[in-house]
Nanobody
């Protein structure tokens, strides 16, 4: 069974940085586009970032553009989310997800396109 495991969340002060990691197992990782989503209490899960199978194409939500960077290492079956200049409104549970239908250069922002999901990692930004 496909497994995605996120790590790297925690408590950080506003203006600080965190790097999330998501390790995939039991899949051919390079065959999957990868995405990051987040969900705050009482809100729907929102798109944050996506990265193509090639690792060269990325897309970001407007709210994180210029502050977050997605990357991947296909040899390590791992996708990363570098988060800088964090704000209290970035507080959420962050999920990674895998899209099996992605083309080599494609990125997907729609939650429904992602078939596999991790359990999430909590990010809390204090003011």
């Amino acid at each position: 069974q496909v497994q995605l495991v996120e790590s790297g969340g925690g408590l950080v002060q506003a203006g600080g940085s965190l790097r999330l990691s998501c390790v995939a197992s039991k899949i051919t990782f390079s065959n999957y586009g990868m995405g990051w989503f987040r969900q705050s209490p009482g809100k729907e899960r929102d798109f944050v970032a996506a990265i193509s199978r090639s690792g060269t194409i990325t897309r970001y939500a407007d709210s994180v553009k210029g502050r977050y960077t997605a990357s991947r290492d296909n040899a390590k079956n791992t996708v990363y989310l570098q988060m800088n200049s964090l704000k209290p409104e970035d507080t959420a549970v962050y999920y990674c997800a895998a899209d099996p239908q992605s083309s080599w250069w494609g990125v997907e922002t729609a939650e429904d396109e992602y078939q596999y999901w991790g359990q999430g990692t909590q990010v809390t930004v204090s003011s």
